[in-house]
């Protein structure tokens, strides 16, 4: 089971590449993703994907712990929404998508000190990304656009010593994030919903009700079957 520390592994997702950091251990390595796995920015082949990541890490034997996820600006398209057009935000964000050049974006709003940035990403590279870890032990705190991280912004690489800042500051971006705001690892058990299940005494009451209901319908079947 993970034990959920502070973030100790940032996952940088460029253009044709992943770069990993653990600055703990001064662990900085680059998988390159040949372009018959990804192509102008769409995932061509998920499952080699998926295998490329995954013998990666089992090869590299990184240490299990939090991961963030940042996804670099040149795998997102972006746009800025000034706070003076607040009222005007619903329909530049709906305009803003309906011209990101990918076969199916996911697109979000963050709000930073200065403004609004619109950002729209492929969900699929994160999503296989995020998955090989999970099945590796790892915990995803979540996926956050390298353009509203001030140590970032828009560069397509970034050192260990930024890594390092960005995990540090975790805690003032994580609501920046493309997941839903919860860490992800296979350790945690998922809640159980029942649904209509009867408490205390109203099984019993049901029981009751069904073999009186019962009674009636033999009753009134004996009676049938005497009348001449």
Known sequence: ???LKTPEILIFLARNSVFFFEPKTGFTKQLAIPVNVMRDLEVVDPN???SLIGNFVDNEKLNLGKVVVVASEAISFTKDIPFSEENKKGIIVQDFTDTVPLESPEVKVFRTNTLYKVVGINPKYYQVLTEV???KGFSVVGVIPGSVITEVGPAEAISIETAQKVLEGCDKIK???FMDGTVKTEAEPQPI???GKPKGNTIF?????FIIGLLVLGYLLTISFKQP
């Open 1 to 3: 089971m993970v034990t």
């Open 175 to 177: 609501s920046q994030n």
């Open 193 to 195: 919903i029942t649904i």
């Open 133 to 135: 870890m999970i099945s």
């Open 48 to 50: 080699s994907l998926s």
């Open 205 to 209: 009451i049901l029981m009751g009700v």
